[in-house]
């Protein structure tokens, strides 16, 4: 059974950088998207950063220029760069991994920004 186990999260002042990283157990087979999401207290869980098997990569207008997510394939494993932090990024953070059989969710982590 394959499963994420995410790194990275945790306590940092607004304007400070944090970077998450994600990576699977084992080996998923035809991975069509990695992605970024999280979820604020009180409301729902948002699409952060996605990139696609091909490398196009997409933002949330909110973490645009700011945040960055890349991958190591031979890996199977997903980063996000966030810089430039501001609490309103509080949040729980979780990486999803797809492909055409199942999605993989990681169990999430928390990052908190301090005004």
């Known amino acids: 059974q394959v499963q994420l186990v995410e790194s990275g999260g945790g306590l940092v002042q607004a304007g400070g950088s944090l970077r998450l990283s994600c990576a699977a157990s084992?080996?998923?087979?035809?991975?069509?998207?990695m992605n970024w999401y999280r979820q604020a207290p009180g409301k729902q869980r948002e699409l952060v950063a996605i990139?696609?098997?091909?490398?196009?990569?997409n933002y949330a207008d909110s973490v645009k220029g700011r945040f960055t997510i890349s991958r190591d394939s031979a890996k199977n494993t997903v980063f996000l760069q966030m810089n430039n932090l501001k609490p309103e990024d509080t949040a729980v953070y979780y990486c999803?991994?797809?492909?055409?059989?199942?999605?993989?969710w990681g169990q999430g982590m928390q990052v908190t920004v301090s005004p």
């Open positions: 084992g080996s998923i087979f035809l991975i069509t998207a």
């Open positions: 999803r991994i797809q492909s055409p059989l199942r999605d993989f």
């Open positions: 990139i696609l098997d091909g490398g196009t990569t």
